[in-house]
């Protein structure tokens, strides 16, 4: 049986060299061998860690920040609640237990989606939340939402949606590709295609011979979506992830697995393939929606909304093991050593609703 390698060799000796979006996208979401279709990627015997996996204070406070924009927004009767790219369900399993606690009235009128392409991990999210039937819906799209105010969360959402790299060959920028090498070995090369001048980062110009660029125009058209919705029926939408609040050249293309970075090109669809998240391009895309963003670092937002005091409450009694275990995974959220500094968080709003540790949107 031909390994998803070979398929991809066989396709590119037929076809020609793909795009790394093409690439992404077939090692990712390969209905037979991609990485999401077919394998367990989260905890500690996946191949990474996320926020909500480390600590339930993170789904918590992220519970409370939507919970506060639906009631900046005038509470809604019957909002429409959404995760979109839901993992394995942690993240809304914590915020479930936190608005029920907070105002229970709020879970009962809800009608909450879970927006999820893999029939595998929608299974897995099921379990996870454990909910009666018709308490929750799976939809592959969030074009099968229905009408209604809209509040959103994605964590580690964009990071995973393909992108395009353009390196610097002379004073043009050419479209990276992957190819074939003299050995038939998939290997990075410079392809026909260019880049559109108006959508380089500033610098470009003057970067060196080599250099590489990032444009994800699916990362752009899906927060489009989201952000056309919002502005016609209203809500909010938070999103999680790693990447730069400015755009500069570079290459952030990376694989994981076990925990550890590996060849991107080495084991297609074994490993986990993201890039850093350009939060300019997000927030202008929801701009040009009519709505207002703002972002912070993901350490400023926790303990914006109240961690350490929620650490606090949480260590209460615990003997002096289980309070370090809680110190420890304030640290790994917040510290700018680790999550807090690199990983941000984007807000977008209608202009008329600012929600907190969010000072103003614009």
């Not at 991809?8 to 077939?26: N, V, W």
């Not at 590709?177 to 003299?182: C, E, I, K, N, R």
């Not at 050593?337 to 929600?355: H, N, Y």
Request: charged share 20%; aromatic share 8%; glycine share 10%.
């Amino acid at each position: 049986m031909k390994t998803l390698k070979d398929r991809i060799r066989a396709q590119i000796e037929t076809a020609g060299p793909m795009s790394i979006a093409d690439y992404m996208a077939l090692c990712l979401f390969d209905p037979e061998e991609g990485y999401y279709t077919t394998r367990e990627p989260f905890g500690a015997d996946g191949d990474f860690t996320t926020a909500p996996e480390i600590s339930q204070m993170f789904g918590e406070l992220c519970a409370v920040w939507l919970y506060t924009a639906w009631k900046a927004s005038g509470a809604p009767k019957t909002p429409v609640v959404a995760e979109i790219g839901p993992g394995r369900g942690t993240l809304m399993k914590d915020m479930l237990r936190t608005w029920a606690k907070i105002d229970p009235a709020f879970g009962k009128q809800m009608r909450l989606f879970m927006i999820e392409a893999s029939p595998r991990l929608s299974d897995v999210q099921r379990k996870t939340l454990g909910l009666p039937d018709g308490e929750a819906s799976w939809i592959a799209d969030m074009g099968s939402l229905p009408e209604g105010p809209l509040f959103i969360i994605g964590n580690e959402l964009f990071d995973a949606i393909p992108i395009r790299q353009y390196a610097k060959v002379g004073n043009a920028w050419r479209e990276r590709v992957v190819g074939l090498d003299t050995k038939e070995r998939l290997a990075f090369m410079a392809g026909a295609g260019s880049a559109d001048p108006a959508l380089l980062p500033p610098g470009a110009n003057n970067a060196p011979e080599g250099a590489i660029v990032e444009l994800a125009p699916a990362r752009n058209a899906l927060m489009t979506r989201i952000a056309e919705r919002i502005g016609r029926h209203g809500g909010a939408g938070l999103f999680i992830d790693y990447g730069y609040a400015t755009p500069a050249p570079g290459d952030t293309l990376q694989a994981m697995r076990g925990h550890a970075y590996q060849d991107v090109l080495k084991e297609p669809g074994k490993a986990d393939l993201t890039a850093h998240v350009d939060f300019s391009a997000l927030a202008r895309a929801a701009k040009n929606e009519g709505l207002a963003s703002a972002l912070l670092n993901q350490g400023d937002f926790l303990i914006g909304l109240g961690l350490l005091e929620r650490a606090g409450r949480l260590g209460a009694g615990k003997n002096a093991t289980e309070q370090q275990a809680i110190r420890n995974d304030v640290e790994r959220l917040a510290g700018p050593d680790q999550m807090g500094t690199l990983f941000k968080v984007l807000a977008i709003t209608p202009s008329t609703v600012t929600v907190p540790p969010f000072v103003s949107l614009d």
